[in-house]
């Protein structure tokens, strides 16, 4: 049987289910991907289930398809949280109540403007990926606009018009997508879209003044479906199928900055749970994020693949490859950013300990080369700041970051296929790079001995922003490791354990 109102099971998973099911509708969401369902909406049905926020979640999906197995499940979804916390293993299975109804845009777009007329609507969420906050020339009075600014745009167009521009009457948005500064990007281009549609001024001041565009992190890890017979495992112990069911890792971090009254009161589901966070300035959670778990992502990705491991979870299995991490991460990324935009050396250690935690979740299949796509430019925005701040606190270079440098160098050395395509073996493996500076890497390596190969690698500006070698050692520091790799032949663990 599938899960939905009528399943007599539900009780078992939402005791209170009759309760929620009549609860207000306070959210309008742009986007059904995992990450708003195993995150944003984690956290909004968590606060239902303790009488806290109530209110319930109109979705909007823009995409191609319709919203049938959301409709026959009443919006109704298992999340299965999985991983590891303080060293014990969690596994958590939870039906999730928060959404009401999922409206297509391109076949509901009347019923979704009608929900600007709801005064208890009271939050905007997206997730529409970065490139789903961009300018285009859109025109808000089609059905539905093309782009998700149009899209907010006309719905905000809707709601003035239908509370004739009250105060009282502006919304919470809260984009999520990646970026840094989402919702101040967001608000330029919905101010620029009402320009570009001849917009009144006081459709605009209303806009600025009493709509609250707060910029937002969110952290999860949200695979999304388990394997097919992992699936089946779960449906047979729930007792009903899902076709909405998803996975996330145990930890979740939503950072919300604004310091406004209406916002805080706004945000009462933030109260259910210690992983949403208002703050102030939320720069510091961005940096700890970007510092202390995609900077040694990236920095062991190819010393990963280079040691004949494919996923994070089987190499963190490894008593060689976790010491190296777990160094790298206290002992120099750790102290590194300490100081840096006020976060403190036990505060980053603290961190840390929990990244090791998330990397070592057995549940996750997580594979080194995915994280290797763009490898060059999340080495520059991920790593070189972390480089340049042990610099500024040490003259000697970080041997544990070379290191990862130095494997970096190694994976992208690559030939070109037929189809031109850059081609790396590792392993005994080929693979083929995903990155957009593949070609430069390629050139640099055409007859290069390693010492000049490393030395004209770090100085490429177009590659780091600036020149790498002129700090102090660090050249020669990479060469020495890129040297030990070369000698290791095609499996590196041999050379790793004499590192750490």
Request: charged share 20%.
């Given at each position: 049987m599938q899960l939905s109102k009528q399943n007599p099971l539900l009780h078992n998973y939402i005791p209170n289910s009759e309760a929620i099911f009549q ?302 991490i777990h160094d790298l991460m206290m002992n120099e990324i750790a102290p590194a950013v300490t100081d840096d935009v006020n976060i403190f050396l036990a ?101 290069k001995e390693t010492l000049a190969l490393v030395y004209e690698v770090l100085a490429d500006e177009m590659l780091w922003g600036r020149d790498l070698t ?31």
């Amino acid at each position: 049987m599938q899960l939905s109102k009528q399943n007599p099971l539900l009780h078992n998973y939402i005791p209170n289910s009759e309760a929620i099911f009549q609860l207000p509708e306070k959210v309008l969401q742009f986007g059904t991907g995992v990450l708003l369902r195993g995150l944003c909406d984690y956290f909004i049905d968590k606060a239902n289930k303790q009488n806290v926020f109530n209110g319930r979640i109109v979705v909007v999906k823009s995409t191609d398809g319709d919203a049938d197995a959301f409709e026959q499940q009443d919006g109704l979804y298992t999340h299965l949280v999985r991983g590891i916390e303080h060293g014990k293993t969690i596994d958590e299975t939870i039906v999730n109540a928060s959404i009401s109804r999922v409206l297509s845009a391109r076949q509901q777009w009347t019923d979704i403007l009608q929900c600007a007329a709801n005064p208890q609507m009271q939050i905007i969420i997206s997730n529409t990926t970065e490139v789903g906050i961009t300018f285009i020339e859109d025109d808000v009075k089609a059905t539905p606009p093309k782009s998700f600014p149009g899209k907010l745009l006309a719905f905000l167009f809707e709601r003035y018009k239908a509370f004739t521009g009250s105060e009282d009457s502006g919304m919470v948005i809260i984009p999520t997508e990646l970026i840094v500064n989402n919702a101040d990007k967001l608000k330029e281009i919905v101010i620029a879209l009402a320009r570009f549609n001849n917009l009144s001024e006081d459709f605009i001041e209303w806009i600025e003044c009493h709509n609250y565009f707060c910029n937002s992190l969110v952290d999860r890890i949200v695979p999304g479906k388990p394997a097919a017979g992992e699936k089946q495992a779960v449906e047979t112990k729930c007792g009903f199928t899902d076709e909405l069911l998803l996975m996330s890792e145990v930890y979740c971090l939503w950072a919300i900055e604004s310091a406004k009254e209406k916002v805080l009161n706004t945000l009462s589901f933030s109260t259910g749970d210690k992983g949403v966070v208002l703050a102030h300035d939320i720069t510091k959670f961005r940096e700890l994020k970007l510092r202390l778990l995609n900077g040694p992502h990236t920095l062991s990705c190819s010393i990963g693949v280079l040691c004949g491991f494919d996923t994070v979870k089987q190499a963190m299995q490894d008593e060689i490859f976790y010491k190296y991490i777990h160094d790298l991460m206290m002992n120099e990324i750790a102290p590194a950013v300490t100081d840096d935009v006020n976060i403190f050396l036990a505060e980053a250690k603290l961190y840390a300990h929990e990244v090791l935690d998330r990397f070592r979740n057995p549940f996750l299949e997580h594979k080194w080369l995915s994280i290797t796509l763009q490898y060059s430019s999340k080495m520059l925005m991920r790593n070189v700041p972390n480089i340049l701040n042990h610099y500024s606190k040490h003259n000697s270079p970080p041997k544990l970051m070379a290191l990862g440098f130095a494997a970096y160098i190694r994976f992208m050395h690559s030939e070109v296929n037929e189809l031109g395509q850059y081609v790396v073996h590792a392993c005994g493996k080929p693979y083929i790079i995903n990155d957009d500076k593949a070609a430069l890497i390629h050139r640099h390596y055409e007859r290069k001995e390693t010492l000049a190969l490393v030395y004209e690698v770090l100085a490429d500006e177009m590659l780091w922003g600036r020149d790498l070698t002129k700090l102090f050692g660090f050249a020669d520091m990479v060469a020495a490791h890129l040297f030990g790799i070369i000698d290791a032949g095609d499996n590196i663990k041999a050379y790793l354990a004499t590192q750490v």
